[in-house]
């Protein structure tokens, strides 16, 4: 782990003045620092030298002004689910446990709105909008908290449809770096009123500020639902279906592309005996029966004439909730390919045009490393992951092609994470993908952070 | 029109260096800095010193290079069609007209986007997707850039299903203050890597940059559509009748509301007899007629449980046109209810659940005032706009008037413009809109733009 350069005098003090607010909710405790070190990936962890719990915007408005007086870093803390590093306290200073500001402090129904503290968890909201006829779809796998997801721009299976974190935040509460808190946005489905503040949060990853609440866009949930899925003969064919169902304006809910080789991982976990093919997992929502079914059937047709072997289709509650169960398993599926590795997830995203090509390239690649892998993707987007089950010492090979994967995606106008975020993993990577854009983004940086307390040495370096 | 502090020497200058490269495509000739003074509202027009007509990203930056060296203003220019004064060149320096660089540089039916340059207009982009299935939805009336649209965050009537242009760019070529080219976002379409610098130059009106290409989403052309009118006894059924479409997730492309008032001018300009009521107009896409006519029928019992007076529904492509016509056509109808008069909108955006209160009350407010005032709505985002016909010596009126609305829908969570921008025209409200949010905004605009030359004076004050 990275030492802190920060002084033994300054952390006293700075730990007398959160006790002061804070009391029993501010720890120095070896074994809180120890849990709030990393999150779910593999790179180099850092611990924090206390770990603070706040209730309120006010008290991380006093967190932050005390890390002011005392140059500590602030390292914003959610469900500990990152996978590129975001949350590791690599520079140590306090780590800003979100968990306890949880609440749904308000829905609106009409609005198709609500708005929550950062540190609620995706399932806590959906579990808040039962019985209102509305959801919170996005779902990128873990039961994040909508604080983490913000902040890496998030998404998962349902954006082809409903968007990711960019198009779903309305508005948010930071506290900047001084302590200062804005609002951003209104509650105004649309605004052309100055520059757009709740973007620039978005996707920020805790180093321009901390979200203490967003307000989400929510959706209807639908009347009616297909599923089906269906095993392809190559690649290709299955990505060119989807290409046309998107043109087509078929408009899939989810449209989930597994590699043979992760099918058979997921027959095995989760027993659901899908052929061992490159496969399409699709979800259709619609207003009635009628309509999704027929929805369904021109994706049929168009996947028949991509070498489609048969729509297998998911007519009960119960056996769609199976399959998407499996593809929610994924992760642990992969990793009971090679017991006790360890699994490296990373992930890109890609023009769809370029889509099919990159994944056979990608395929042909992981037939040259020592290691299994298997490809997973929400290919309506263009972005798909690879899941890299690793042995000790096989980090290195892992890495060279993990850079390989994300030069590929790049020459093909794409970029090195289409969800994951940055955190440390991926800072290597993008001075590549955005030239000079680097540098607007780090004057943005030092201006909004000119001590480089918030969250320092992710995303962006300016030292 | 304001004075300019420019010296005579310097602009001597800067207009020998310009004409070395861009030749004949520099003008200092009255008639064109005269054109080149005002967009098409009523707000104090600022003549430039000069206009240039570049035809390249590399000569937009030599343009801005120049306009450093001398201290010049930079004022991007498109169609004129500003409604806020974003295009007046109130400091003089150069109007920087975007209309040659007109070219679709890119369409790819695949993955539905396109790159443009910026003095595309929105009818020669639709013209070129013809035969390709595809089509870019966003409409704000007029005949705008691509890159006006950009600047000012437009959307218009199919806002409500296909977004605004916040939604629709993928990424862009933007000149930065220093003559710097950058390019923002990727061909993918998402991305965790890094901040969102997109979104902070779309709706930035010129201020932070001038942005030269820009990459859109483009929409399948639907393959069928339904058209409706509806009248109704009460503002409030009509709205409650759009949240409850939204609600049942009915995905309404369009679905515009007109007060009564407005629905007697058009009868009278467009000739097309609807009941002199509050009415909604709908447009439903779809993949079938049978799809279509189930979601408009859905929406008619909607409105008949909320006073609708019967669905009239427009089943020929001639009866569609004629209808959207007329709605295209409500400036002029509505001016032509007070012969020779001077017509002022303005826009606001609310929550909807607080949209039929806003209108009620604003036509209330409108009953106070001496000039006549109509008021048209994109109702599916709550955003509405009032058209206030002015004779000479009521321009004050009018902008207490306005200023009314501002604070009504500000009041209600609301903004201060959905869709027209800032300009000139808003400024003042946007300390009330955003609070300390506005000094973000002034950081990043003294961040980006240290010398104050991009559109000064526009969106944010930072003397």
């Known amino acids: 782990m990275a030492a802190t350069t920060i002084s033994q005098s300054a952390l006293e003090a700075a730990l007398v003045e959160l006790r002061a607010f804070l009391g029993e909710r501010v720890t120095a405790a070896e074994a809180a620092r120890e849990h709030h070190s ?34 500590l870093p602030v390292v914003p803390f959610g469900a500990g689910t990152s996978l590129e590093g975001g949350v590791n306290a690599i520079r140590g200073g306090i780590s800003l446990d979100m968990r306890q500001m949880n609440r749904v402090l308000r829905v609106s129904v009409p609005d198709m709105d609500a708005t929550v503290e950062a540190g609620t968890s995706r399932l806590q909201l959906v579990k808040a909008l039962e019985n209102t006829g509305l959801t919170f779809f996005i ?58 503040l709740t973007r620039l949060f978005v996707g920020s990853e805790g180093t321009l500020g901390v979200m203490t609440e967003i307000t989400l866009r929510l959706h209807a949930l639908p009347e009616a639902i297909a599923v089906a899925v269906c095993a392809f003969a190559t690649i290709d064919g299955a990505v060119r279906t989807v290409i046309e169902a998107i043109q087509l304006g078929l408009g899939p809910a989810r449209i989930e592309f597994m590699d043979d080789r992760l099918v058979d991982a997921v027959n095995r976990y989760s027993k659901i005996g899908l052929a061992v093919k490159p496969t399409l997992l699709m979800e259709f929502h619609g207003l009635s029966r009628a309509a999704v079914e027929e ?13 489609g072997l048969g729509f297998e289709f998911q007519t ?7 399959l998407w169960e499996a593809r929610h398993n994924v992760y642990f599926a992969a990793r009971a390919l ?15 045009s370029r889509l099919a090509e990159c994944i056979v390239a990608t395929r042909a690649d992981l037939d040259t490393v020592s290691f299994p892998a298997t490809i997973v993707g929400h290919v309506g987007d263009g972005n798909f992951h690879v899941q890299c089950m690793l042995e000790p010492g096989e ?18 106008g794409g ?15 993008l001075t590549a993908e955005h ?12 201006t909004l952070d000119p001590e480089n307390r918030m969250n320092p040495g992710k995303v962006i370096e300016v030292d």
Chains 1, 2 share one sequence.
Do not use: W
């Not at 850092?46 to 770990?51: A, N, T």
């Not at 970029?415 to 990577?429: A, D, I, P």
């Open 395 to 412: 980090d290195a090979e892992a890495e060279t092609f993990a850079a390989r994967l994300v030069e590929r995606a790049l020459a093909m």
């Open 139 to 196: 779902d990128p796998g873990a039961d994040a908290t909508i604080g983490g997801m913000t902040a890496t721009r998030a998404s998962g299976t349902t954006a082809v449809k409903y968007g990711t974190m960019r198009e779903n935040v309305l508005g948010l509460t930071v506290v900047l770096a001084d302590g200062r808190v804005i609002r951003t946005g209104t509650r105004a489905r649309k605004s052309s009123a100055g520059y757009d």
């Open 415 to 429: 970029t090195c994470t289409g969800e994951h975020g940055v955190g440390t993993g991926k800072m290597k990577y």
């Open 38 to 71: 990393r999150g779910e990936s593999a790179h180099p962890p850092g611990l924090p030298d206390m770990v603070c719990f706040p209730l309120s915007t006010e008290e991380v408005s006093r967190i932050v002004q005390v890390s002011a007086r005392h140059r």
């Open 316 to 322: 009960t509650a119960e056996g769609r909730e199976r």
């Open 338 to 352: 090679r017991p006790g590795c360890e699994c490296v997830t990373t992930d890109v995203c890609v023009p769809i």
């Open 435 to 446: 030239g000079e854009g680097l540098e607007v983004m780090r004057l943005l940086k030092r």
């Open 295 to 307: 929805t369904a059937r021109m994706a049929e047709q168009l996947a028949r004439e991509h070498g």
